[in-house]
Structure formats: structure tokens, C-alpha cells
């Protein structure tokens, strides 16, 4: 643990937190007192800093806006019973952004910066973590390109801030997905695999297009026959055929890491089950519905942990399920939520105390 790090520290004048009400709030809409910020310049990062949450101030020629060099990741802390801070895995969420970064051909954060910057705000904004059951607070890393100038190139200049939202229960509802057959979100050699901002700019109009069709979000395909099936917004997919569990392969670098996916291969190993990480097919999904073999599923992700899928659209075949018998996915939902909240033994040292 890095405690030297030069971190300058100005903190707010009056905290927000007394205007609101924790326990009724909507996701990712309210911020909380302070913000990290650095500054990558001349190849090093500095001016490293906790503020007041505040606007920016850039000229329009920035860098990011016109040619996305961005990156972001997604994160929860929670706090248990006797008030103190854990994180959940965390390093693979710092490792993932530097996967991303190197990728968006982008500078890479150290450990130091990342993790310890991280620490010390949560320190300082602890109090907005709602102490509620199922409440967290939603941890936003993000990094931009800062150069401004409008020549197409990698930016010398960069900007990294972790801000801070405290968040509710996301009860999911059941979703109803539709699987994509005419837009592409990712193709390999592309940037799939990497939490970059294009790639849910590049899906905002596929995932409108299914909503007027009644559909919550579009299960995306393979970019060459539209038939592979990759994963569903910012959540890895699962399915259970005839007590199997299958989820895509990352191996084509179309797919997003996710640490709830690999947590759930985890836990549902654990749970005696076999899991195949593979590339599959509508047809093979289409064929184990029909003969009454596929069972359950469902997504994972950080915000919903596992989210259930109730219905699949495909061309005209739709694929509907009753969720009232399923059993891996609630016992799995269940693992994960007891391993967040101190009930079930952290064997593998998820959670990291901050
Ligand atoms: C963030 C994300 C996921 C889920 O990752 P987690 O680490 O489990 O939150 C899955 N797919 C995409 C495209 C994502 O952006």
C-alpha cells in the first residue's frame, strides 16, 4: 500500500449530503462531495487531486469529443453492519481499465493512483454510502483524451477522475431481449473487448430500435452472419441447456471481461455445475428451446448482479420462459449477494476493505 502518494486535498465547504434522501434515489444521478482528478502530461500523470464534485472547463476542440479516446469502468462499494468500507474486487476493475487503455492506445494509471486515489475519496465521501440492504455506492473511473487541437492523433494530454454516485436496489425486472440481426457492436480486431465510450454510443440506436418493439435490450451477434451470440448491454449472458451452463467465449475479443461473469463461473463451479465458456449458437439455443432444454437465462453485470430474461426474440421465433422454476440463477444471485453482505465465507478475498 502506497501512502506517500502526493495527493492535494481541498475539501468542500458544506456537503451536500443533508439535501438528500438516501434510501428513495434513482441510479447515477446525484454525486457525491468530492471528485479525484490527474493529469497525464509531459508522460508522466500528476497534479494529482480530491476537490469539490464541480464542472469542467475545456475549450471545444477537445480531444476526446471528436475522436474518442475515452474509458470508463464501473464499480460498487458497500458498507456492512459495522460501518466499514469494502470494495468488490477491485483490481480487476483496475486491471480491465488498463486492458482499455492500452487498447484506446491511452496511458496507463498506476496501481498507486487508481486504487489508493480511490481509497482516500471513498474515505473522505464514506457517508454517502447508503447503509441500507442492497444499496451501494456506484464507483465511476473514467479517463479522456485532453489535447486540443483537431489533428487526428493519439493525445499527449490526458485526464483521469473517479466520481462517485450513491445508488439504490436495481430491482431488475425480468428482461425481454431481442436478438440483434442487422447492427454490429463488435467485430474482432475491434474494441469489443474494452470499456471504451464509442462502443455504447455505437449501441444507443439498437437498443431504441428494441424498445419500440417492447424489448428492454438487444442480445448482439457475431458481426459476419449475425448468428454467434456475444452479450447484452453491459451485461455477459448465460444459458442453461438441459443443467449445463454456457456463456459465450471472450476468445474473439468481441466480448466485455466482465468480474460479475467471472465470478458467476466461479461460484456456479462451485455450486457443481459445469460451465462451458464457448461460442454458441442461435440455432443451438432455438433447437435446446424447442425440445424443452433450455432451462434458464440470464445476464450478469455490476449494476443488476444477475438479471433475469423472462423472453428472446428471434426473427419470428420467440422464446419465452417461466422463471418461477428456475433454481442457478436465483442460488447463484443469492452467492453473490451473501458474499457482499458477510454472510457467506469470502473464500477467494473479493472483498477488499477499504
Ligand atoms: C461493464 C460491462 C459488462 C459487465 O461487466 P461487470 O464487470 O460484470 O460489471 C458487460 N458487458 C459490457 C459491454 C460492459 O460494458
Request: overall charge negative; hydrophobic content about 40%.
Amino acid at each position: 500500500m502506497i501512502e506517500a502518494m502526493d495527493i492535494s486535498i481541498t475539501k468542500t465547504a458544506r456537503s451536500k449530503l443533508q439535501d438528500l434522501e438516501l434510501d428513495n434515489i434513482p441510479f447515477g444521478k446525484y454525486f457525491t462531495d468530492h471528485m479525484l482528478e490527474a493529469d497525464y502530461k509531459n508522460g508522466e500523470w500528476q497534479n494529482i487531486q480530491i476537490k469539490p464534485y464541480q464542472p469542467l472547463l475545456f475549450e471545444p476542440s477537445l480531444s476526446a469529443l471528436h475522436y474518442g479516446q475515452a474509458i470508463f469502468e464501473g464499480m460498487k462499494a458497500y458498507k456492512d453492519n459495522n460501518g466499514d468500507t469494502f470494495l468488490f474486487r477491485p483490481y480487476d476493475n483496475f486491471h480491465r481499465f488498463n486492458i482499455s487503455a492500452a487498447r484506446m492506445n491511452m496511458p496507463e494509471i498506476s496501481e498507486e493512483i487508481f486504487i489508493e486515489g480511490l481509497r482516500q475519496l471513498l474515505k473522505m465521501d464514506k457517508s454517502w454510502i447508503p447503509p441500507m440492504r442492497d444499496h451501494s455506492l456506484y464507483i465511476r473511473p473514467l479517463m479522456f483524451a485532453t489535447d486540443t487541437a483537431l489533428g487526428v492523433k493519439p493525445s499527449d494530454t490526458y485526464k483521469f477522475m473517479i466520481i462517485l454516485s450513491p445508488t439504490g436496489p436495481y430491482y431488475a425486472e425480468p428482461m425481454k431481449i431481442a436478438v440483434e440481426e442487422k447492427y454490429t457492436r463488435a467485430a474482432p480486431g475491434g474494441v469489443g473487448f474494452a470499456k471504451n465510450a464509442g462502443n455504447y454510443g455505437g449501441s444507443m440506436l439498437a437498443a431504441t430500435v428494441a424498445r419500440e418493439e417492447g424489448y428492454d435490450q438487444v442480445l448482439w451477434t457475431d458481426a459476419f452472419e449475425h448468428k454467434w451470440l456475444q452479450e447484452v448491454g453491459m451485461m455477459n449472458v448465460f444459458f442453461v441447456i438441459n443443467g449445463i451452463v454456457i456463456t459465450p467465449t471472450l476468445d474473439d475479443g468481441c466480448i466485455l471481461a466482465g468480474v460479475t461473469r467471472s465470478s458467476a463461473i466461479t461460484l456456479l463451479k462451485e455450486m457443481g455445475l459445469v460451465v462451458e465458456e464457448r461460442k454458441i449458437h442461435i440455432d443451438e439455443l432455438l433447437e435446446a428451446y424447442k425440445r424443452g432444454l433450455l432451462e434458464e437465462t440470464f445476464g450478469t453485470g455490476t449494476a443488476a448482479t444477475i438479471a433475469l430474461i423472462c423472453e428472446l426474440k428471434y426473427k419470428d421465433h420467440i422464446m419465452r420462459f417461466s422463471l418461477d422454476r428456475w433454481k442457478i440463477a436465483p442460488a447463484l444471485r443469492k452467492s453473490i449477494t451473501d458474499i457482499r453482505e458477510g454472510t457467506r465465507d469470502d473464500k477467494y478475498g473479493w472483498m477488499v476493505k477499504v
